[in-house]
């Protein structure tokens, strides 16, 4: 039976939660390179979850500059099985102010200077992205944010701009004429990785500000961003302590995530050679390896 395991990836201070004791830091190394930075491995109430900083402790890491292959190719070899990202956004709605959190379920990928798939040299696979987080995962954190007492709104779609710089303020009139919820820089190409990597993944997107389309938030401030991202960061942490406690409860074990390398690889079976297959091993050793 596989062993369910949790990963949050997301700002530094997601995991100064004093509940967690037991705390070591991992250093991992992957074909791709070196993780965001060390992954934090603690226990709350008997179970283990993993911690990633995305922009590395300390926020140095520019979003164009993540490297997402190595932070899933890490939480994949330590056996993670669900991803729950939590990430600062900006919203694109009237009715989705500051402080409320979104629970993602589409997103339109704006990014273009990503490399975007592990499966970029021989070995070629196509994973469908129609629905890209996990319903059950969504489930969870759901419940989690609904005990939490946070405001939020379940679906909405995530556009994701290259930055790191905000948008103009026709970018974010077009965003808003394509029905989008929220605009951020972070989940792509991360939770297309975590699906190639067969990863159940979710995004909790909190919002922090609205973007420049609205005439009270014409500039953007950081300083203005960090001060509610703050008070969100301080409602994730409930948030997290009580989705760790739920989410296997929430495990769909006909999620199309779990075994979608079965029909994804099209590379004739001659074509791969060991290097490559050795450099996939983590992420797809599954199905390269039968």
């Known amino acids: 039976m596989t062993t369910n395991k949790l990963a949050i990836i997301g700002g530094s201070g997601l995991y100064d939660v004093e509940e967690f004791k037991e705390r070591e830091l991992l250093d991992l190394q992957t074909p791709w390179g070196n993780p965001s930075d060390r992954i934090l491995r603690t226990k709350y109430n008997g179970k283990e979850v993993y911690f990633l900083p995305r922009h590395g402790r300390g926020h140095f890491i520019s979003p164009s500059n993540i490297n997402f292959r190595a932070n ?143 005439p009270d938030h014409e500039n953007v401030d950081v300083q203005q961003v960090i001060k509610v991202l703050l008070g969100n960061a301080e409602k994730a942490k409930i948030m997290i302590k009580n989705l760790i406690d739920n989410f296997e409860n929430y495990i769909d074990p006909n999620d199309p995530t779990n075994n979608c390398l079965d029909v994804a690889i099209i590379t004739a079976p001659e074509k791969r050679t060991k290097k490559t297959i050795d450099k996939l091993k983590t992420v797809a050793g599954r199905v390269l390896n039968k």
């Open 72 to 214: 899933i190719d890490a939480l994949k070899q330590l056996g993670v099985t669900d991803i729950v990202s939590v990430s600062a956004v900006g919203s694109l709605k009237e009715e989705l102010p500051p402080g409320k959190f979104v629970i993602v379920d589409q997103f339109i990928d704006r990014t273009f200077a990503r490399i975007k798939t592990f499966f970029e040299d021989e070995i070629v696979a196509h994973v469908s992205m129609a629905h890209p987080t996990s319903s059950g995962l969504m489930n969870a954190c759901e419940e989690a944010i609904k005990k939490s007492n946070i405001d939020y709104q379940r679906n909405g779609t995530y556009v994701v701009m290259e930055g790191p710089q905000f948008s103009t303020l026709a970018e974010s009139k077009l965003y808003r004429s394509w029905e989008a919820d929220v605009i951020g820089m972070t989940n792509m190409p991360e939770a297309k990785l975590a699906r190639e990597a067969e990863i159940r993944y979710a995004s909790v997107s909190m919002v922090t500000d609205f973007d420049c389309w609205h």
